[in-house]
Each structure stands twice: as C-alpha cells, then as structure tokens.
C-alpha cells in the first residue's frame, strides 16, 4: 500500500524564521512531488512541485527531493503569520494524471 | 473565474437520502479527480476521469457512490442511501493531459444527520 508520512504537528516557529516540514512516502516507483497548503476550511492550494533529486527554489519556498532516502522537504523563508496553515505532501508514482496519495499534513504556526 | 468551481458549498442530508455534488473544472482541463477529506486527514482518492471516460474507481469506497462525466467537462459525484460515515468534505481537482499538477475546488462539506 502506497503511504505517505508526515509530522502532524504542530510546528511552531517564530516570525522571520525558516520553517522546515518533511515527508517520506513509501513507493520507490513515485515520480512527482507536491506541496500543498490548505488554510482552515478551505482548500488545498498548489505550493511547489518537484520531479527531480535535489532543490527547487520559488521565492521563499524551496523543495528538496531525496530519492533514494525516499525523503521531501519543504522550507519556506521569513516564516510569516499568513503561512500558518496545514501543508500537505502529495505524491504520484507516475509523470501523468494518477491520483494523488496525500499525507495527513503538518499543521504550521508562524508566531508573530 | 478561471478556476475549478464545486456546487453546492455546503450540504446537509439526513441518513438514507441521495445526494448530487457538482464539478466545474478548469476549461480544457482533460483530466478530473474527486477525493474525500474527512476532518483532520489528508484528501483521499475516490475516482478519476480522462475527459468523459473513467479510468479509475478504485478509491469508490461502497457501491452506493456513483460518479459520471458525460460530456468530458462537468462532473457529478452522486452518493446513495447515505449514511453518517460518508459525512466529509468532497474535493474535486482537473489538470491539463500528462505531467500537470491538479488544482483543486473549495470543495462541498457534506453532512449527513
């Protein structure tokens, strides 16, 4: 059974801080990479995607992808209140349109 | 708007009754994913269409949940004779043909007196 596992949380950090949430998932046939955040009653919104090892910087989001450690990270930068939310780690085993298998997400608090 | 729209927002249903949830996806988006979130758990996988066929109903979880796509655009989740179990918040997602992230609706929060 595929799974993906991830620290439920709560994560807290302080404003201005970088924030570090990860994410293992099960299947070695898994090939795309998502970051998703889901603010309280709403839903998921796409953060970052990554297909290949290493990092994938988009302004103060970085993904890291560690394929043989079956391992990913998302860093966000100058953590601020807005970010606090649930992110969500969702992974595919194949390139094209698979269901996504979702974790149960970290929930974040960024401390003003 | 550009995005994917789901209808209703909010449904309340007492036990055994049928419901219809709808979903709008992105124009020209050839591939549409339903999911189950119930709360404090990550989305869960019910189905999956490329344009108006259904490849995937694997994540269906009873006979009594139906769901159809007709004209490759519009798609209704249909659930039967509900139960409490099936209280969620029913999520729709499309994407472009191969290799696209899925964006997904604000959902439709189903509760089932």
């Known amino acids: 059974q595929k799974e993906v596992e991830q620290n439920s949380g709560p994560l807290s950090v302080p404003e201005g801080a970088i924030a570090s949430l990860n994410c293992t998932y099960s299947d070695r046939g898994s090939q795309s990479f998502f970051w998703y955040r889901q603010y309280s009653g709403k839903s998921p919104e796409l953060i970052m995607f990554?297909?290949?090892?290493g990092d994938k910087e988009d302004g103060r989001f970085t993904a890291q992808l560690n394929k043989a450690s079956q391992y990913v990270s998302l860093l966000i930068r100058d953590s601020q209140p807005s970010d606090s939310a649930t992110y969500l780690c969702?992974?595919?085993?194949?390139?094209?349109?698979?269901?996504?298998?979702f974790g149960k997400g970290t929930r974040l608090s960024v401390i003003a | 708007g550009a995005g994917v729209s789901q209808s209703p927002r909010y449904k309340v249903a007492k036990r055994g009754q049928d419901v219809a949830l709808r979903c709008d996806p992105i124009s020209g988006h050839v591939s549409l994913f339903w999911y189950q979130q119930a709360l404090g758990q990550g989305p869960e996988f019910l189905t999956y269409?490329?344009?108006?066929?259904?490849?995937?109903k694997s994540g269906l979880p009873s006979d009594r949940f139906f769901a159809e796509r007709p004209e490759g655009s519009v798609s209704t989740l249909k659930i039967q004779r509900t139960q409490q179990e099936d209280s969620a918040v029913y999520l729709c997602?499309?994407?472009?043909?191969?290799?696209?992230?899925?964006?997904f609706g604000d959902g439709t929060r189903l509760s089932i007196l």
């Open positions: 969702a992974v595919n085993t194949n390139s094209g349109n698979t269901p996504l298998v």
């Open positions: 990554i297909y290949s090892n």
């Open positions: 269409f490329q344009n108006e066929a259904q490849l995937d």
């Open positions: 997602a499309s994407s472009p043909n191969s290799n696209q992230p899925q964006h």
